[in-house]
T-cell receptor, first 113, second 110 residues
Framework: DTGVSQNPRHKITKRGQNVTFRCDPI?????LYWYRQTLGQGPEFLTY????????KSRLLSDRFSAERPKGSFSTLEIQRTEQGDSAMYLCASSMGTGNGYTFGSGTRLTVV | GENVGLHLPTLSVQEGDNSIINCAYSNSASDYFIWYKQESGKGPQFIID?????DKRQGQRVTVLLNKTVKHLSLQIAATQPGDSAVYFC?????????FGTGTRLQVFP
């Protein structure tokens, strides 16, 4: 297993455009998490899935954000009508069950111009 | 990762010395704590964890101490090496997802 994989690594988009990121978790992990990280800050929780079910969404996840995990394997995070404030590193993590440390991917760095 | 923060607390240590990174957490219901290391351009990397029924746990060159009375967590790194240079985050968990604290930048100089 190569760990948690995120694509693309970098994305530059114009304000107002839609973007989609992909995360491939560790195959035996049933939980998948999305976090956002801005300069100088710790990662902030966005949402998580257990298998294909989205169990919790943060207040940070506005209606322009949507995440899916259709078959309980990979996940996508879509941001519609991007704004400059969406510029951040978007991190994906996975874990087996609860009460365990997460394994993070290297993130997708989004820059909205 | 986005760890090039100009205002992060910074700990500078000489190679070979021991490092202690401190963290205060806020949620008294948290029962699981983790330390992560984040290098530039990478996601957080798990270092060591501890559950609330313990007050100390040791790994390879790292030790985590938990003081639930004052809600304080520390990470001790023995014989600090240049490769330890990174931003370190403490994280806590209760019933919900892991919540991260403010990072500390560790700089190791020769």
């Amino acid at each position: 297993d190569t760990g948690v994989s995120q694509n693309p690594r970098h994305k530059i988009t114009k304000r107002g455009q839609n973007v989609t990121f992909r995360c491939d978790p560790i195959s035996e992990h049933n939980r998948l998490y999305w976090y956002r990280q801005t300069l100088g800050q710790g990662p902030e929780f966005l949402t998580y899935f257990q298998n294909e079910a989205q169990l919790e969404k943060s207040r940070l996840l506005s209606d322009r954000f949507s995440a899916e995990r259709p078959k309980g394997s990979f996940s996508t995070l879509e941001i519609q009508r991007t704004e400059q404030g969406d510029s951040a590193m978007y991190l994906c993590a996975s874990s087996m069950g609860t009460g365990n440390g997460y394994t993070f991917g290297s993130g997708t760095r989004l820059t909205v111009v | 990762g986005e760890n090039v923060g100009l205002h992060l607390p910074t700990l500078s240590v000489q190679e070979g010395d021991n490092s202690i990174i401190n963290c205060a957490y806020s949620n008294s219901a948290s029962d699981y704590f983790i330390w992560y290391k984040q290098e530039s351009g990478k996601g957080p990397q798990f270092i060591i964890d501890i559950r609330s029924n313990m007050d100390k746990r040791q790994g390879q060159r790292v030790t985590v101490l938990l003081n639930k009375t004052v809600k304080h967590l520390s990470l001790q790194i023995a014989a600090t090496q240049p490769g330890d240079s990174a931003v370190y985050f403490c994280a806590e968990k209760s019933s919900g997802p892991v919540s991260f604290g403010t990072g500390t930048r560790l700089q190791v100089f020769p």
